[in-house]
C-alpha cells in the first residue's frame, strides 16, 4: 500500500491499489510530471487507489515517473514517491487569529498546497495589511502599517523585515508584474513561514501567554498563596 494524506478527506491513510497498473501514452506527459531526472525515465505509470480510512473509501489517481528494469510495476509504485489526484490540500488552523484573517491565511496555505506558488503570495500579503488593520493601524499604504506594528512594539524589527519582504512579492503579483521573475514553489514557502511568524507574534503567542498567566494565577488562589493569614491563637502576630 501507498501511504499519504487523502485528497479526499484529509487523513494520512494506506491506499490500498485497486487495480492494475496502466501506461500513459508519451504524448499525454508533462514536462515537468516527476522529479526524477526524464533523461533516466521510461514510462509514466498510473493506477487508481482506495483510502483505508472507513469513513472516505473513495477513489484517488496514483502516478509515477518508473524506470522498471526488475521487478513488478506494481512493487515499484509501492515505494515510489506518487503524485495524487485530487491533490492533498493543506488548510492549517490559526488559532487565536481573528477569523476573517486566519481563513485568509488557512487559503494561502490550500493554494501552496496545490502548487500555486503566486496565489499563495498574493493571499499572505493581504494577511499582513489586514494583520496592522486588525491591531489598529489604518495609516494609508502597506509600508506605513508593517512599520507601524513595529513602531508601537507589537512586531520585532526582524518580523517587520520579513513581513516587508511578503509586501515586495506580493505586489509583484498584485501590480501585474508576473512575468519579472519566477515564482518558485520553494519562494512562496518562504514567504508563508514568514507569514506564521508574523500571525504567531500578533495574535498567537500572546494568547497562549495570557491562558498561562491564568492558570498560574487561578493554582496560586486555589493554594491560597498571597492570601492574608489567619491571627495567631494568642492574638499577637503570628
Given at each position: 500500500m501507498a501511504s499519504t494524506i487523502c485528497g479526499?478527506?484529509?487523513?494520512?491513510t494506506h491506499m490500498?491499489?485497486?487495480?492494475?497498473p496502466f501506461s500513459l501514452p508519451r504524448g499525454l506527459w508533462k514536462r515537468t510530471f516527476h522529479r526524477n531526472n526524464p533523461a533516466t525515465v521510461t514510462t509514466v505509470w498510473m493506477s487508481v487507489f482506495q483510502c483505508s480510512n472507513e469513513k472516505c473509501m473513495r477513489l484517488s489517481v496514483g502516478s509515477a515517473a518508473l524506470d522498471v528494469r526488475s521487478g513488478g510495476v506494481k512493487d515499484a509504485m509501492a515505494e515510489a514517491e506518487l503524485q495524487w489526484e485530487p491533490a492533498k490540500i493543506s488548510r492549517p488552523d490559526f488559532v487565536d487569529v481573528p477569523p476573517e484573517i486566519a481563513s485568509t491565511a488557512s487559503e494561502a496555505h490550500a493554494c501552496l498546497s496545490i502548487g500555486a506558488a503566486r496565489g499563495a503570495i498574493a493571499l499572505a500579503r493581504a494577511v499582513v495589511e489586514a494583520t496592522a488593520k486588525a491591531k489598529g493601524i489604518t495609516i494609508q499604504g502597506i509600508v506605513a502599517k508593517i512599520n507601524g506594528l513595529r513602531d508601537d512594539g507589537t512586531i520585532s524589527a526582524l518580523t517587520a523585515e520579513?513581513?516587508?519582504?511578503i509586501r515586495k512579492d506580493g505586489n509583484s503579483i498584485a501590480h501585474g508584474d508576473i512575468g519579472d521573475e519566477p515564482v518558485s514553489v520553494d519562494d512562496?514557502?518562504?514567504i508563508l513561514d514568514f507569514m506564521d511568524v508574523l500571525l504567531d507574534e500578533v495574535f498567537q503567542r500572546p494568547a497562549k501567554l495570557n491562558r498561562?498567566?491564568?492558570?498560574?494565577?487561578e493554582r496560586k488562589q486555589g493554594n491560597g498563596v498571597g492570601a492574608t493569614p489567619p491571627p495567631s491563637p494568642g492574638g499577637g502576630p503570628g
Open positions: 479526499w478527506c484529509g487523513d494520512r490500498k491499489m485497486m487495480m492494475d520579513a513581513s516587508h519582504q512562496a514557502q518562504a498561562l498567566k491564568q492558570r498560574h494565577d
